[in-house]
């Protein structure tokens, strides 16, 4: 490749990179992006460990497309020599390098939306499984030896065999408390290998236990070390974990994991439960003011024993709960997977887990990939349910989001809600008061409280004045709470509005 002064070398320069001249490249966000492996990655040690994507796009810079065009190109420039031109081989100076990379359009190299460590299914219901760039996708798959090409159709035998060693091998010995928490953990574990086909919003995992060592680590850690892990830690500040946020996405992992909350944490949130229910995450890039958009495509999850929901995040969670009925479950032996913590590290026995998953995948899709009708209602989850529930279906999994009552009781701020009401109802009726007479009601007093501590306070515990507990009961107005609701209007009479309680006892 030979240059000339500085704006002949952008225009050559420029031309030669839209042509692919490096190998491997590609166009991320108007960015020129470069895939190569990553040297010396380290091997998680444990299931609770980040796990890292072999390969990384890495933006093109000067310094990089310098050492690049150094690699795969010989670029030469005129130098007199004793009166006569003679081609030099150099490397292009950094402001021409820069001027090169500045542009935003690079109509000759293929979109990357994003690199994988898993083989997934397509939008068309075909499994993405060539190692490399898939056009029909932009996602480009890192390569794994240890995984055997999965058939489009597998023979029932095949199905039979993956089945058996999902469900009485591998998930066999996890302490479930019911039926719908294996099946609930199934449906999120095979998520992120079908969600470029089902295009769906997927809840936030909530994988609890009694107590320590139930093997909850394990479970999310088998999900992250299939499809890339980051694990972070849970804030209850909103602007620290909305950071957070942000700073994740950036990475190529198929799943983020709160891990080992506080015992008897309550995860309320209104920054998650924005996020998990938005197909795109916007937010300020750190140190800068330019905003940077990613797509919330990613499994989210938390861990950790005796956990509650509150706010928002109730509704749109979905819980795997353990509990090994025993002192010290640590203790345990007699597996059919001795030592399951460390079987799962080894990269061999992961690509015999993610065979049999695909294996199940794709004899779905082959019989049409079914939907299940008989789910609950999930707002923006319900197409996710409809479609995982379908596929639990198909192989006769049963039980699928049939713990949603139970969970339900776990959600801190409907349980003081529901306590709430029932003490209104029981001392008032149906008696239609104002946000004042209420407050009025409520008073401390001395002696009994007729209240029994149900009475809403500020978080420091003392009494809300009149204009916040207003605000308060505008915002649960015919919201039920299991039986019992609120109920408002406005009297004429003294032109303000008066709420009562209406419990449901059918």
């Known amino acids: 490749m030979r240059i000339g002064e500085d704006p002949e070398a952008i225009r050559?320069?420029?031309?030669?990179?839209?042509?692919?001249?490096?190998?491997?490249?590609?166009?991320?966000?108007?960015?020129?992006v470069v895939v190569e492996e990553i040297s010396g990655a380290a091997d998680p040690a444990t299931a609770e460990d980040d796990v890292a994507l072999p390969i990384?796009?890495?933006?093109?810079?000067?310094?990089?497309?310098?050492?690049?065009?150094?690699?795969?190109?010989?670029?030469?420039?005129?130098?007199l020599v004793r009166d006569a031109w003679v081609d030099t081989e150099v490397s292009p100076p950094g402001p021409v390098l820069a001027a090169v990379l500045a542009r935003q359009s690079w109509p000759g190299l293929p979109v990357l939306r994003r690199i994988i460590s898993t083989p997934v299914l397509r939008p068309d219901g075909t499994l993405l499984q060539e190692p490399g760039y898939d056009r029909a996708t932009g996602f480009y798959l890192a390569g794994n030896h240890h995984l055997q090409r999965v058939p489009d159709h597998p023979t029932p035998q095949e199905?039979?065999?993956?089945?058996?060693?999902?469900?009485?091998?591998?998930?066999?010995?996890?302490?479930?408390?019911?039926?719908?928490?294996?099946a609930n953990y199934l449906a999120l574990l095979v998520t992120p290998l079908i969600r470029p086909f089902t295009r769906a919003l997927s809840p936030f995992g909530m994988i609890e236990a009694s107590m320590p060592g139930s093997g909850k680590t394990i479970l999310a850690g088998c999900v992250g070390l299939l499809v890339g892990q980051r694990v972070?830690?849970?804030?209850?500040?909103?602007?620290?974990?909305?950071?957070?946020?942000?700073?994740?996405?950036?990475?190529?992992?198929?799943?983020?994991?709160?891990?080992?909350?506080?015992?008897?944490?309550?995860?309320?949130?209104?920054?998650?439960?924005?996020?998990?229910?938005?197909r795109t995450w916007s937010d300020r890039k750190l140190g800068t003011n330019a905003a940077a958009t990613f797509p919330n495509d990613r499994l989210w999850l938390?861990?950790?024993?005796?956990?509650?929901?509150?706010?928002?995040?109730?509704?749109?969670?979905?819980?795997?709960?353990?509990?090994?009925?025993?002192?010290?479950?640590?203790?345990?032996?007699g597996f059919t997977i001795p030592?399951?913590?460390?079987?799962?590290?080894?990269?061999?026995?992961?690509?015999?887990?993610?065979?049999?998953?695909?294996?199940?995948?794709?004899?779905?899709?082959?019989?049409?990939?079914?939907?299940?009708?008989?789910?609950?209602?999930?707002?923006?989850f319900?197409?996710?349910?409809?479609?995982?529930?379908?596929?639990?279906?198909?192989?006769?999994?049963?039980?699928?989001?049939?713990?949603?009552?139970a969970t339900r009781d776990l959600d801190d701020e409907d349980a003081e809600w529901r306590s709430f009401f029932l003490t209104w109802e029981?001392?008032?009726?149906?008696?239609?008061?104002?946000?004042?007479?209420?407050?009025?009601?409520?008073?401390?007093?001395?002696?009994?409280?007729?209240?029994?501590?149900?009475?809403?306070?500020?978080?420091?515990?003392?009494?809300?004045?009149?204009?916040?507990?207003?605000?308060?009961?505008?915002?649960?107005?015919?919201?039920?709470?299991?039986?019992?609701?609120?109920?408002?209007?406005?009297?004429?009479?003294?032109?303000?509005?008066?709420?009562?309680?209406?419990?449901?006892?059918?």
């Open 159 to 182: 199905v039979a065999q993956a089945r058996e060693f999902l469900l009485e091998r591998f998930l066999r010995d996890f302490p479930w408390r019911s039926p719908a928490d294996r």
């Open 56 to 79: 990384v796009a890495s933006v093109l810079k000067p310094a990089l497309l310098a050492g690049l065009l150094a690699e795969h190109a010989e670029v030469y420039r005129p130098k």
């Open 382 to 405: 319900t197409p996710w349910a409809r479609h995982l529930g379908g596929f639990l279906e198909h192989h006769g999994i049963r039980g699928f989001l049939a713990n949603a009552d």
């Open 232 to 278: 972070l830690t849970w804030t209850e500040s909103e602007d620290e974990l909305r950071k957070s946020i942000t700073t994740v996405l950036s990475d190529a992992v198929g799943v983020i994991v709160f891990d080992n909350l506080a015992e008897g944490a309550v995860v309320d949130s209104a920054v998650l439960a924005r996020l998990v229910t938005e």
């Open 426 to 506: 029981e001392l008032h009726g149906e008696r239609h008061l104002t946000a004042q007479e209420l407050r009025v009601s409520g008073e401390p007093t001395v002696g009994t409280d007729p209240w029994a501590g149900t009475f809403p306070v500020t978080a420091s515990g003392k009494p809300l004045t009149t204009k916040s507990l207003g605000r308060k009961l505008a915002g649960q107005v015919d919201r039920w709470h299991t039986d019992v609701v609120l109920r408002s209007e406005v009297d004429s009479h003294r032109n303000c509005k008066t709420y009562w309680v209406v419990r449901n006892d059918s």
């Open 302 to 333: 938390a861990t950790g024993n005796n956990l509650r929901t509150g706010g928002d995040m109730a509704s749109r969670s979905v819980w795997v709960r353990l509990d090994p009925n025993c002192p010290r479950p640590e203790t345990r032996t």
């Open 12 to 32: 050559v320069i420029t031309d030669a990179v839209n042509r692919r001249i490096i190998p491997e490249t590609y166009v991320s966000d108007g960015a020129p």
């Open 339 to 380: 030592n399951l913590d460390t079987w799962i590290l080894d990269p061999a026995n992961r690509a015999t887990v993610l065979r049999h998953i695909l294996i199940l995948i794709l004899d779905w899709t082959a019989n049409g990939a079914p939907s299940a009708t008989a789910v609950p209602q999930m707002r923006q």
